[in-house]
């Protein structure tokens, strides 16, 4: 085994897998950036509440309630 061929296997294969897992790890997000909010950026959305129910909102605005309360959450 010459030395070319030593360094091949025992250098080259381990850089090989190291670039491979590199950009498969890293590889969407060096073509791609997302776009996201950055601080200090300016922000060009229109407002948006988040609301976990949204039929709630919905139904009539009566003063009548079933919720209970307490400790067991059901409010």
Do not use: C
Not at 2 to 22: D, R
Not at 69 to 74: D, I, P
């Amino acid at each position: 085994m010459s030395i070319v061929q030593t360094l091949l296997v025992f250098v080259g294969i381990p850089v090989l897998v190291f670039l491979l897992l590199a950009a498969a790890v890293f590889g969407k997000s060096m073509v791609r950036q997302p776009n996201r909010y950055r601080p200090g950026k300016a922000w060009d959305y229109a407002p948006r509440w988040y609301v976990a129910h949204p039929e709630v909102l919905k139904g009539p605005a009566t003063g009548s309630s079933t919720a209970q309360g307490g400790a067991s959450g059901e409010w």
